[in-house]
Structures are given as C-alpha cells and as structure tokens.
C-alpha cells in the first residue's frame, strides 16, 4: 500500500493519535516525495515493527548498537512507497525470521504513526545530526522456534524477552510506552477476533 494512503487510512485511537496523523500528513504533503529520503534531512518516514510470539506474552527484541539498547526493529524507508514492505524487509534484517505474521488492526496493518526526536549521533564515520523521525508502526507475530540470525553490522543481540521483563531491559523510556501500547493494541485486536 502506496505510504500516503496507509496514512490517511489510518485510524486514531485519540485525540493525540489525531493531532499526530495531522502533522505527519503535514509533513508528507510539504516534503513531497522527499519524506521517504534521509536526504531530507530534518525528517523522514521509518518503519518499525513489535514482534510477538504467538501467544502475546513476549517480544523480540535486538540489542542495538548505536543506542546501546535493547529494542524494536525498524529503519528508513529510503526511497520505498510500501512502509508495510519496509517494515517487513527490516524485521527480516535484524532477525533473520523468514516467516512472520501481520496482525491486522480494525482491517489495516498500521497499528501507530509517532514523531520521534532522534538525537544526533556518528554513524560509519560521519556525524548525524539530530532530526524526526516520522515513524509507522506496525505488530508482527512470529514462532519462537523459528530460526534467528544476528544483524553483526547494526545488532549485537536477539533475545525473546517476556513481555514483564521489556521495560528493564529498555533504556529508552520515551519509547518504551510505545511498545505495551501497540502490545495491548494487538491483545485487544486478538480478542475482538476470537
């Protein structure tokens, strides 16, 4: 799905998740196509992926070693229409899982939109500056016993991590909140369904 219309389709929960889509709609119209580039420098469109095993109760989470964390999957669109497709092709990346399930919210598979701060940091030698992150997200679920494979280049661990045990092994406190609000999302969908 073109990443304008998975916008617009997207449903807000609140009046926050209103105020958001608004603004990232904003940016979307006014950068042009330029908003899937890291080429526009103050902000760009990513997409990152939760995934769950399949009884919900725990994430795979990466040890990420720029912001030296344990976290969600996710990266640029770089030049991608499709930010289903790009969270896909990421989760598969910093994993290895070959086989992941999307779990569709009220029919749609985008289950967030967020504008994220990122703070500037170096990365292969070249420094980058602070900017947003104009960010989609989306549930994925996946068999534990599924093979995984460590991203050595961006990662340094892959652990599936009880859902109980997330927030400790999070450093990223702004963000944190983000993944038990798409988890209870994602357990609310599940239920609806059952």
Known sequence: MHYETLIKNYKPMTPEDQVMK??????????????????????HITA???ILNPSLEKMLMIHHKIYDTWTWQG????????????ALKEAEEETGLKRVSVIQRKGQPLYRLDIMPVKGHWKK??????????????????KEEDALKLNKE???????????????????PEITPIYFALIEEAKNERSATV
């Open 125 to 142: 030698g070249s420094y980058v500056a602070p900017h947003l992150h104009l960010n989609v997200a989306f549930v994925l679920t996946a």
């Open 75 to 86: 990266g640029h669109a770089d030049g991608e229409a499709d930010l289903l497709h790009v």
């Open 154 to 172: 961006e990662t340094s661990g892959i652990l599936w991590v009880p859902l109980v045990e997330v927030e400790e092994r999070a450093k990223e």
């Open 48 to 50: 990152s992926t939760v």
């Open 22 to 43: 608004g603004n990232i709609m904003a940016y979307v119209e006014t950068l042009g196509l330029d908003v899937l580039h890291r080429r526009s420098s103050m902000a």
